[in-house]
């Protein structure tokens, strides 16, 4: 699950950063006055793999491919290091640390969203008890009101006009008309719930640079569009407009306070000179962005990174390698062949048996995903799981079953708990690679120790206890065979 929200985060980053490069190389030369259609869909394109990827979190379960996408391979004919030791026992850390690494990266996400989140809560709380003490001034207009607190003209909600005190006695009424019209224009385009949102956007997507740009530039175009509503209205009155948005900025200057709408809709300096350039340029056709270029490799982007994304969303955790023993036991059974507990005929055990009390937990051997979760005939409760790259495991006669059909599991997870199938209490691991069974001994880096050991034409034999060593777990016997590599 960690991997899997890693994915939600990090891919739309890297898409964000292609996505913004790709623009910024097709609008070089072009006039930067921002459409605000254009960036909206712009925002949406950014956006829009972080919605994908929480809809394949929701319904990865559903979307099962029992072949992932091909990860590290266990390759034909590796021969496992073999170590004689006869000294204290080894126990290897550090695939488990490093296994760490994403869920330090999440917590300190989350860690730091919710802080963000507070802060965006806060200014929320704060203005909205800023409008609500605020005195209802109906002879300026239907919802208007004013508050000594308010640093500059703003929009509230569905009807709510908020003006600064001492911006009354500052402006004409011809001024304050256009101030007025100004922020109805945010009303009826429904801008305030669009900042709000914007600011929201921020505050989960603060580690995102190119998110924050376009939110930015989302607000500068609403601003903009209310801006050429009211000029195109009255092209006589583009200069007047101007000097009354000076006079707006003059009264906001240095009271910016953090409840104020610039915690929703914050503008630079540099994109109120932008406005000031706009409302004294007439209408021109021909500014628009190069859209249909951008959209063209939006489009040849979106394949391969929607692909990346749902692989890696399906084979969060997947690795391949084996890195954990499933359980600490005795080797009851070899792998290969042997006369059968239950049948009492000789037939090819697939798997190894790994004897321990009923009730002990299974663990993943690997990170991957869950392609069986269930009663499988003579196997009774089994598990199965795909670590791409071909490899698979399967863990049987379990006593019962913590994951489900579906589920991405990582290295080390619980998977259930062994039980009895008549032949006392075991594990029956296998370990298939391609489509063949193969000895689980030869899918690990491990370490083997014994009082004695010679080399057969099998392998390596270890005898006298016998002790392999895997990811913190043991596996004893009184004499365990390490296979050549075929």
Not at 164 to 175: D, I, K
């Amino acid at each position: 699950m960690v991997t899997r929200a890693l994915a939600i985060l990090i891919l739309p980053l890297i898409w964000s950063a292609l996505l913004s490069g790709a623009r910024t190389l097709l609008e070089r030369g072009a006039p930067k006055a921002p459409d605000d259609r254009f960036e909206k869909a712009f925002l949406v394109l950014l956006l829009a793999p972080v919605a994908l990827g929480v809809l394949l979190w929701l319904l990865g379960p559903y979307l099962v491919i029992n072949a992932p996408l091909p990860v590290a391979d266990m390759a034909e004919g590796w021969t496992p290091p073999v170590a004689v030791v006869h000294a204290a026992h080894h126990h290897p850390r550090a695939t488990k640390t490093l296994g760490l690494l994403p869920q330090a990266l999440l917590v300190g996400y989350a860690l730091i969203s919710f802080a963000m989140l507070a802060r965006w809560l806060i200014g929320l709380a704060r203005l909205q008890a800023m409008v609500a003490r605020a005195q209802r001034r109906d002879d300026l207009g239907a919802g208007v009101r004013v508050s000594s607190a308010a640093p500059t003209p703003l929009s509230w909600g569905r009807s709510v006009i908020l003006l600064p005190e001492r911006l009354l006695g500052g402006l004409s009424a011809a001024q304050m008309a256009m101030v007025l019209r100004h922020e109805a224009e945010h009303l009826r385009r429904g801008d305030p719930l669009w900042f709000v949102f914007l600011s929201f956007a921020e505050a989960v997507g603060w580690f995102n640079p190119f998110l924050r740009q376009q939110t930015q530039r989302c607000r500068l175009a609403a601003e903009l569009a209310c801006d050429a509503a009211i000029t195109a209205k009255a092209p006589a009155l583009r200069r007047a407009y101007a000097e009354t948005l000076i006079l707006v900025l003059k009264t906001a200057a240095g009271d910016i306070r953090p409840y104020a709408p610039a915690a929703f809709s914050p503008l630079k300096s540099g994109d109120n000179s932008m406005r000031l350039s706009e409302i004294m340029r007439p209408a021109a056709g021909g500014r628009k962005p190069r859209r249909r270029a951008l959209y063209a490799m939006t489009m040849l982007l979106a394949l391969p990174c929607g692909a990346a994304q749902y692989a890696w969303s399906q084979s969060a955790g997947a690795g391949g390698a084996l890195v954990d023993l499933p359980m600490s036991g005795r080797l009851s059974s070899p792998y290969g062949e042997r006369l059968d507990p239950t049948t009492n005929a000789q037939a090819f055990h697939k798997g190894i048996d790994i004897a321990a009390p009923q009730g002990t937990e299974v663990h993943a051997a690997g990170g991957g995903k869950v392609v069986m979760a269930g009663p499988e005939g003579r196997y009774g409760l089994t598990v199965e799981i795909d670590h791409g790259g071909g490899a698979k495991t399967r863990y049987a006669h379990l006593s019962r079953i913590d994951v489900h059909w579906g589920d991405i599991v990582k290295a080390d997870q619980t998977l259930g708990a062994s039980g009895d199938d008549g032949a006392g209490p075991h594990l029956h691991f296998e370990v298939w690679k391609n489509g063949k069974s193969e000895n689980p001994l030869r899918a690990y880096h491990a370490q083997f120790s014994g009082d004695a050991s010679e080399t057969t034409a099998d392998g390596v034999v270890f005898r006298g206890h016998a002790l392999m060593q895997v990811g913190g777990r043991e596996l004893t016997a009184d004499a365990m065979t390490v296979p050549k590599g075929s």
